[in-house]
Every structure is written in structure tokens, then in C-alpha cells.
């Protein structure tokens, strides 16, 4: 979602609020802005689109000051222009805002009838007047944030400045992540390290409902009933050299060719490959006592979830129920005793999934998390941390993250068999070896990149895509779909391949590209079976599978595209490659955004 920065410095710091700003551009954004106080006054410098439009507004009319905050908004509530975009100012107060404020119509109503004049439509405005008005009524900045955060329903992350003192700035967090910097002489708040990674690795995580006063000296933390707390500082470890895209064109390709190395780092963290076995963290709670799984996630997530869903019950042959986190908590769910919930996130601050897992949490379920970021809410609340060691992922729409979602949820499935007495040492030595040919696999995938570049027009010039698949690689043809909506703009839907007959069929024709994927192995002559139903009526096939399946089925096909063997335990890993890159380059084709595609953002933070 949105971005903040805001910086004490020694010196002027617009130009480094702006690189900070660069560091959260991955997140999605379409509007950023940058204030200080300067002279007694608080100035701002605000721009609709890209940040370059910011720089050339800075570069027309420079904003001096050491004490700023700075921020790129993803429009919620009021289109995307410059009015509303952030920070929102007073007379006396600048603030910048992730999330939503609920009650935002009947505090703007308030406001209005006290004579207060507004200049956006946004929902952040009537926070930048709620702590003005106290201020201006003499009220210190310190008592005015603690009169007004208690009366703010949501999710917020907030970073607020005060012409009357120039030397601080007040942060707070409400489902919204925040963090402060602690510098040399300097302090800094950010939505995440890697905002502040080029000015320090000392990082304090906020708690849920805390709030902040940030000198030039440290920092004076509140819990949400105002009493002094204190939140240990880490190195955050997140660098500059994490976020360069090295010599590839875009992050995205940089993160899709990332994953060999990604996931052997993962796998490493989870496999003995001495004993060959599943190792993970040892939970506070007994894994064989679980009687029921439910997986909660959003997005490229929630089909990790998907596939996972096979491995769980086929190895430790437990039930598992999948939702869509913004769905999980409205058809009010059952659940039973001795349950764990797993919920999937790369940032780990995801809003739906953070608010089912605390859902879970109140109906008595254990709790996994599988994230990216160990530091997030969703890791910090958790009975039982799971971390995907991908690194920081930039490209908007998530790769590298998926294949070691999945890399770590296929060793949790066999650690649970292994709890359940499911799973005997030579199987386990089995799965494990299977797990460990899986970055070599994703390697030799990628050499297909530049056959299934030279196939991309195929696609490119399609209004409508269909994806095929069965068992494990159905939620693979839904993540396919997925990437190419995300970053084409082209419509795409994945099937289940024996769906096509009960009604997708009917959309069939010579202009309508149908990608396949179908490994060779126990549902290969099934799915192909139903590819051949296509070809039947004109469609256009596109084949995905290994030299025995193209072999087999490849004739009449448009394209085919040739994967390496491996194991099925396996295979949603390695044939998440070339879905990866037939929407990437689609999308070079086409020339879209591919890193920022339109109307998306990196993490969710609001419902």
C-alpha cells in the first residue's frame, strides 16, 4: 500500500525523503508528496502519478528544512490528484496516512459544522484537523495525538509534523505497520526498513496500537493506553544491494531469476539433508494433536494455499478448508477444537489475512504464519513462525515469494505427517530428497526463457486467455491467470481442466489463447484429453509441460514449452517458471508497467 517516510535530520532532508520514497515504489502508488517546516512554516511540494513528477516540482521550487515526512499514496478514499494527495496540512500540522479512517464521514460532519474548511476528499484530512484544532486551542502536540488517536476507527499508520516544533515528529500504528530509525544524531520513521535502509539498520518495530514521539535524540514510546513502553531495537540486515535490479531490465525478471537461489536458501532453513529430514521450529503446542487445517490468504498467496491444500491431506491426512482472507471472517466459520489456521503473506501486514488470523486466534485456533517478513504483525502473533527467506520483492506482482511459499509449505505438510505417524523415515527421506532437486529444477527452467520469449506474441495480441490444469497444477493455471491480469491487462481465467465442459467451453474459438499445463505423470492423459476437447473447436493451444508430455501431445499445438522432468511434489514449483514468464514477457510486449502495474499495490493493509 502506501508509503511514509519522515526523517530529524541534520541537514535539509526533501532529497532524502524522495530516496526513500524511491524504496517504497514498489508498494504501488499513484500520487506522493513531501513536506518540511521551514522559517517558522510548514511547505509542501505535492504530485499526481509517477515520483519523477514530484522531483521535477522540487527541482522547479526546492523545499529546504531538517525535518520532514514524506509519502506515496494508493487512492482510497478521493481520486488520485494532487489535492489529495499527501501529507494533508494545516496551518499548524502535516500529517501522512496508510490506511483507512472509518468514521471519517461523521468526524468530517463535526469538523465542518466547527467551521473547519476542507481542501481534499480523503479520509486523512480530518486527522490533520482533529490535532490542529486541539493544537491551536493550546494544547501541547503531545496531549492533542493522545485526545485524538482514540477517536479514529481503522487501520492507520501515521507520521505527523508541528510547525510548533520543528525538532519532532509524532508517529502511531493501528493495523498499519510503522517503524523508527535510530541514526547518528538522527531518528526516522518509516512503513517498513527498507524505507530507511540506505540511512540505518537500527530498527524498533511499533506494537498494534502504539504511538510515538521521535526527536533528534531517540525515540518516547506509548502503548494504546499512553503508558511508557519500551521496543527493542534490531538490525533490520535490509540493504541497498537487495533492492538493485543488477543488469535485468525490471525486478520483476530480476526476482523470477532469483528463485533457484531463493529457494535452495529457504528449503535450507527447513530440510537436514544429513538425516534427511524435515526440520522446522519446534511450536509450543503439539503438532500431532492437530485435527483440522485451515488456510487463510489473498491473492498469488491464496493459491500457494491451494496447492498446499493437496500436499496436506495426501501426506498427514488431515482435513484442510482454504479461504480468501476477505471472505474467511463473513460466513461466520466453524471452527473446532485442536485446529491450527495457516495464513500466507509475503509482507506479512496483509490487512484481510491479519484480521482472520486474529479472528482465529479468539476461537481458540493455534496459529502458523508463513511469511517473508519474520518481523511482521503476522510473525510477531503467532504461535508457530515460518519464514520464507525469499528477500525483499519489489515487482508488484509476487514471484519468488510463491515458490518459496511453496518450498516451505510442502516441508510443513511432511513435518505434519511425520507428527501424525503418516510419514515413515524412508518416505520422509524420499520427499526430502525431492525437495532438494527443486532449485536445480527451477534453474533448468529458466533456461526456457528465451523460447517462451520468442512465443510471447502469440499471446500478446489475445483479448481473453484461458489456463488449464488438474490436481496441484490447477491452482498453478489460476496463479497464470493471475500474473497476466496483473501485468498484461489481458482478461485470463484459470480452470480446472474437467470444468471446461460444464459451460468455459463455450468461449472457445481461433482467437482465444488456451495455456495448458500438464506435466507428464498420473492426470497428464486426462488434461489432455480435455486440451484436445479445445483444439476440437478451434482453440488455440499453448503446452506446457516436460519432453515426454510434448512429445505425446505437443502436435497441433501453437507453441509448446518445455519443462525438466521432476518429481510431482515438485512440479507447482518449477512450473511456476514459465507462467512467470509468459506474462512477463506479455507484458514487455505490450510495454505496460511491469513492476507498477496500474490500480495495484505491493501489501494491502486495508480491507
Known amino acids: 500500500m502506501c508509503g511514509i517516510i519522515g526523517i530529524i535530520g541534520k541537514d535539509d532532508v526533501a532529497e532524502r525523503l524522495v530516496e526513500g520514497l524511491r524504496r517504497l515504489e514498489y508498494r504501488g502508488y499513484d500520487s506522493a508528496g513531501v ?53 494533508h496540512a494545516t496551518k499548524e500540522v502535516a500529517l501522512v496516512h496508510n ?109 498494534e496500537g502504539d504511538w510515538v514521539i521521535v526527536t533528534a535524540g531517540g525515540a518516547e514510546i506509548f502503548d494504546r493506553d499512553n503508558n511508557p513502553v519500551e521496543r527493542p531495537i534490531t538490525i533490520s540486515g535490509v540493504t541497498g544491494e537487495l533492492i538493485s535490479k543488477g543488469n535485468h531490465r525490471h525486478y520483476m525478471l530480476k526476482e523470477i531469476y532469483e528463485q ?21 521450529p519446534v511450536p ?35 482435513p484442510v478448508d482454504i479461504d480468501v482472507a476477505s471472505e474467511f471472517r463473513y460466513r461466520a466459520p466453524v471452527m473446532e477444537d485442536g485446529g491450527l489456521m495457516i495464513v500466507i503473506s509475503q509482507s506479512g501486514e496483509t490487512a484481510d489475512t491479519l484480521a482472520a488470523l486474529r479472528h482465529a486466534r479468539s476461537e481458540g485456533q493455534k496459529i502458523a504464519a508463513v511469511v517473508n517478513v519474520p518481523t511482521s504483525t503476522m510473525a510477531r502473533e503467532a504461535d508457530l513462525l515460518l519464514p520464507t527467506h525469499a528477500g525483499p520483492e519489489i515487482g508488484v506482482a509476487s514471484t519468488k515469494a510463491f515458490t518459496c511459499q511453496l518450498a516451505v509449505l510442502a516441508a510443513f505438510a511432511a513435518n505434519l505427517a511425520r507428527a501424525k ?50 490436481g496441484p497444477d490447477y ?44 506435466p507428464s505423470g498420473p492426470l497428464f492423459e486426462k488434461t489432455v484429453s480435455n486440451m484436445q476437447e479445445v483444439q476440437a473447436r478451434g482453440g488455440k493451444v499453448v503446452l506446457i509441460s516436460d519432453y515426454d508430455g510434448v512429445q505425446a501431445a505437443g502436435e497441433g499445438c501453437i507453441a509448446t514449452i518445455t519443462m525438466p522432468k521432476v518429481h510431482p511434489l515438485i512440479a507447482p514449483m518449477v512450473y ?24 495495484l499495490a505491493k501489501s494491502v493493509t486495508v480491507e
Open 284 to 318: 509450543d503446542f503439539d503438532l500431532g494433536a492437530i485435527r483440522r487445517v485451515t488456510i487463510v490468504a489473498c491473492g498469488t498467496s491464496y493459491y500457494a494455499g491451494m496447492v498446499a491444500k493437496y500436499w496436506f491431506e495426501q501426506f498427514a491426512r488431515v
Open 260 to 280: 533457484p537461489v531463493v529457494v535452495a536458501q529457504t528449503l535450507r532453513s527447513y530440510l537436514r539433508r544429513m538425516e534427511d529430514q524435515v526440520s522446522l
Open 99 to 207: 490506511g483507512i479512517i472509518e468514521n471519517f464521514k461523521a468526524l468530517r460532519e463535526e469538523l465542518t459544522a466547527r467551521g473547519r474548511v476542507f481542501d481534499s476528499e480523503t479520509d486523512t484530512e480530518v486527522v490533520a484537523h482533529l490535532v490542529s484544532e486541539l493544537v491551536e486551542q493550546g494544547i501541547s502536540p503531545k496531549d492533542a495525538v493522545a485526545q485524538v488517536l482514540p477517536r479514529l476507527h481503522g487501520a492507520f499508520a501515521l507520521a505527523i509534523l508541528f510547525r510548533s516544533s520543528p525538532d519532532m515528529l509524532i508517529g502511531a500504528r493501528l493495523g498499519s505497520p510503522l517503524v523508527v530509525g535510530y541514526g547518528d544524531g538522527e531518528t526516522y520513521l518509516g512503513s517498513d526498513a527498507l524505507a530507511l535502509a540506505p540511512l540505518t539498520q537500527r530498527i524498533a518495530y511499533l506494537e
Open 576 to 599: 511456476a517458471v514459465p507462467v512467470q514468464l509468459l506474462a512477463y514477457h506479455v507484458a514487455v510486449a505490450k510495454g505496460t508497467d511491469v513492476d507498477q502495474p496500474r490500480n
Open 475 to 518: 491452482p498453478l493455471a489460476l496463479e497464470g491467470a493471475l500474473k497476466l491480469k496483473e501485468i498484461s491487462y489481458i482478461h485470463a481465467e484459470g480452470y480446472a481442466a474437467g470444468e471446461m465442459k460444464h459451460g468455459p467451453i463455450a468461449l472457445i474459438d481461433d482467437k482465444v489463447p488456451v495455456i495448458v499445463l500438464a
Open 421 to 470: 505417524g503418516r510419514l515413515d523415515g524412508k518416505a520422509e527421506k524420499e520427499l526430502v530428497r525431492h525437495l532438494a532437486e527443486a532449485p536445480a529444477a527451477l534453474n533448468a527452467a529458466l533456461a526456457y526463457d528465451e523460447s517462451i520469449e520468442a512465443m510471447a506474441h502469440l499471446v500478446a495480441g489475445a483479448r481473453d486467455v484461458l489456463y488449464l490444469g488438474r
Open 35 to 87: 513536506a518540511t517546516i521551514h522559517d517558522g512554516a510548514i511547505e509542501r511540494r505535492r504530485a499526481e502519478g509517477k515520483l519523477a513528477n514530484l522531483v521535477k516540482e522540487l527541482d522547479r521550487d526546492p523545499l529546504p528544512g531538517t525535518t520532514g515526512i514524506a509519502h506515496t499514496r494508493w487512492a482510497t478514499h478521493g481520486a488520485p490528484t494532487t489535492n489529495n494527495a499527501h501529507p
